[in-house]
């Protein structure tokens, strides 16, 4: 069965920096979209940012362009998200996921992405 794990999450003051890391082990498909969402207490879960491991095309929701940055590592089966210029809200449990590369879905529709870590807690102090 396929599995994500994510690492990275911590507490930070604002304007700071975190680096997380989702690995995958056993992956489901030959190539894969690849995602983080996050979700705050009392709100949806919501994209934060996808790669397309084949064309390596990036998306980012518009709260963190700029700011964020999604990048893969296909030798470590895993892939990242690199986030500054933290704020309060960001903070949120983040969630890393994939989906087969085939999914013609929008790379935000969390319901199309079948496999999922446990998530790692942001917290962000002002």
């Known amino acids: 069965q396929p599995q994500l794990v994510e690492s990275g999450g911590g507490s930070v003051q604002a304007g700071g920096s975190l680096r997380l890391a989702c690995v995958i082990s056993?992956?489901?498909?030959?190539?894969?979209?690849m995602a983080w969402f996050r979700q705050a207490p009392g709100k949806e879960r919501e994209g934060v940012a996808a790669?397309?491991?084949?064309?390596?095309?990036?998306y980012y929701t518009e709260s963190v362009k700029g700011r964020f940055t999604i990048s893969q590592d296909n030798a470590k089966n895993s892939f990242y998200l690199q986030m500054s210029s933290l704020n309060a809200d960001d903070s949120a449990m983040y969630y890393c996921a994939v989906r087969s590369f085939r999914s013609l879905m929008s790379w935000w529709d969390d319901q199309s992405y079948d496999y999922w870590g446990q998530g790692t807690q942001v917290t962000v102090s002002s």
């Open positions: 056993r992956a489901p498909y030959s190539s894969m979209h």
């Open positions: 790669i397309y491991a084949r064309s390596e095309r990036t």
